[in-house]
């Protein structure tokens, strides 16, 4: 289950982490520019933890969307979320028993956290504390302080998560070439400039998962 | 909004979205269906295909682009042989800073 050389922190914490960091610190940023106080993004930040919604809701609440319209799309934005946990939570015994976990999960700590062996309580907690914190502090830096990071490197460490995919998905068809065709259809249905929009992530992500079933059954056809 | 319309804002998004990690997570043991389980097998591969395909373009400026193709195919390089992401986010981020500061030095 858990690999024990890993000590506090798993090590696919730190990119995911320090690719947190600029965007967070430009979430903090965001907000102030917006004039939205500081206390609502760092609250943003500590209470809903998903950088997409937090920067869709600075948008929202700055184009004056009304409050029931602007938390549904919250939700909706979110909403892949659950068949993220569907999908994790069924490869652990545990968690039915300790489903609060869940509110951790992330998509980049569930793609983690998916591929490889299955985690254990304290693996997966491992896996999920860093980069939170780095989220919350994060934001709160870039509320307070604002350009403390040169612009050269924000964006080198932007490109650290996109690593991060590459790598995991280098692993993950090494290991199943069947993820092939489920990453290939979700990339596909979530390509930028869809007429989806906030919806393509979901949708990229359910066409993917039809294509692995697809590929699955025609292997098992082909046997 | 006054700061009391945008502190329910926060209560609301943050509940429904603790909501919406939490009940799945709670009741996937139940989805037991070996299709639904195969289903849900493509899931992070799905994830990391639509994630990679929609965060590429906001990594670097679009005007960085070879410095991003060769920063994120060492990264593939180096995750050939198994053995952890570390070194090839390290490697990536290194190629990314040389670039962005060739280009701008």
Redesign the interface.
């Known amino acids: 289950m858990d690999k024990p050389k890993y000590g506090f922190v798993d090590p696919r914490a730190v990119p995911i982490a320090v690719g947190y960091l600029p965007v967070a610190f430009a979430f903090g940023l965001s907000a102030v520019a917006v004039h939205l106080p500081g206390w609502f993004a760092a609250l943003l930040s500590l209470l809903v933890y998903a950088g997409a919604s937090q920067f869709a809701a600075l948008h929202l609440l700055a184009s004056g969307t009304p409050f029931l319209p602007g938390v549904i799309a919250i939700w909706l934005i979110n909403l892949r979320m659950a068949l993220e946990g569907l999908s994790f939570f069924r490869r652990v015994e545990w968690g039915h028993r300790m489903p609060h976990l869940a509110l951790l999960l992330t998509d980049e700590t569930f793609v983690a956290a998916s591929l490889g062996d299955p985690l254990g309580p304290p693996g997966y907690l491992k896996l999920v504390w860093l980069p939170y914190i780095t989220w919350v502090l994060g934001s709160l830096l870039g509320v307070l302080a604002g350009g403390l990071l040169p612009a050269l490197l924000q964006h080198a460490f932007g490109i650290a998560i996109d690593a991060l995919f590459v790598s995991l998905l280098v692993s993950a068809v090494r290991a199943d070439p069947r993820t092939a065709w489920a990453a290939a259809a979700g990339a596909l249905g979530a390509f930028p400039g869809s007429p989806l929009g906030g919806w393509s992530l979901v949708v990229g992500m359910a066409l993917g998962s039809l294509a692995y079933l697809i590929a699955s059954l025609r292997a098992e056809r082909a046997a | 909004?006054n700061?009391i319309?945008?502190?329910?804002?926060?209560?609301?998004?943050?509940l429904?979205?603790?909501l919406?990690?939490?009940?799945?997570?709670?009741?996937?043991?139940h989805?037991a269906d070996p299709?639904m389980?195969?289903?849900?097998?493509?899931?992070?591969?799905?994830?990391?295909?639509?994630?990679?395909?929609?965060?590429?373009?906001?990594?670097?400026?679009p005007h960085?682009l070879a410095t991003?193709l060769v920063?994120?195919g060492l990264?593939?390089l180096?995750?050939?042989r198994?053995g952890?992401?570390?070194w090839?986010?390290?490697?990536?981020?290194l190629v990314?800073?040389a670039g962005?500061?060739l280009h701008?030095g």
């Open positions: 909004m700061p319309t945008l502190f329910a804002f926060v209560i609301a998004a943050a429904g979205t603790a919406i990690r939490y009940l799945p997570a709670r009741y996937a043991h989805a299709r389980q195969r289903l849900l097998q493509g899931v992070p591969a799905a994830a990391l295909g639509a994630l990679l395909v929609t965060s590429f373009h906001t990594a670097l400026p960085y991003t920063a994120l990264a593939a180096l995750s050939w198994p952890g992401v570390l090839p986010v390290l490697g990536a981020v990314a800073a962005l500061y701008l």
